[in-house]
């Protein structure tokens, strides 16, 4: 059996963003014979309808990494009470030209953390509204609106206090993968 690739998105460009940390230490839940990559989204231009015919190499770029992964995980702030526009942005590009979305069918899985006791729950229901539209069945229950706090991350691994938690979660989405993909 071939080794099995998430793609772990971020919706952040903070060079330390508390979503990134959070990324990063889920991917290490991964288990045994699934890799992790972080597709760059900071890099894009801007989307236009103008430019489906010639995309620019870092959409194509990000198309190839996402049409590769077997599924994949959201991980996002929230800004405004939505999604960034970076993240946004990312998810236009790889939905277009029209017909031609790499999200058809993508098992996909969407979590964020926030320093809000409500953890980033809107941006969270908007991307999941998003990833509808998309026709990329995601990870259905299994909320993950946690609030930042200095030992959810430790020393670049899930804390202790959390770490069975998102274990569960991991494993579910891992099942999900196997199951929809």
Do not use: C
């Not at 919706?11 to 597709?39: C, E, H, I």
């Not at 894009?44 to 620019?56: G, H, K």
């Not at 908007?126 to 229950?141: D, V």
């Amino acid at each position: 059996m071939s080794q099995l690739n998430i793609a772990i998105v971020v919706g952040s460009l903070r060079k330390d963003s508390f979503n990134r940390q959070f990324a990063q230490a889920l991917a290490k839940l991964l288990p045994a014979g699934v890799t992790a990559s972080f597709p760059r989204i900071d890099d894009l231009p801007l989307y236009s309808q103008d430019d489906d015919a010639d995309q620019a190499p870092q959409v194509k770029r990000l198309r190839e990494e996402i049409k590769a992964a077997a599924g994949v995980l959201f991980v996002t702030p929230e800004y405004n009470r939505s999604i960034p526009g970076v993240l946004k942005n990312a998810i236009d590009h790889a939905s277009r030209p029209w017909g031609q979305s790499v999200w058809i069918g993508k098992p996909s899985a969407v979590a964020g953390v926030s320093i809000s006791p409500v953890g980033a729950a809107l941006a969270q229901q908007h991307l999941r509204n998003i990833l509808a539209a998309q026709s990329s069945p995601t990870l259905p229950g299994n909320e993950m609106f946690i609030q930042w706090k200095d030992d959810l991350v430790v020393d670049g691994e899930i804390g202790p206090a959390s770490k069975e938690f998102m274990q569960k979660f991991v494993d579910a989405f891992m099942t999900w993968v196997k199951k929809v993909g």
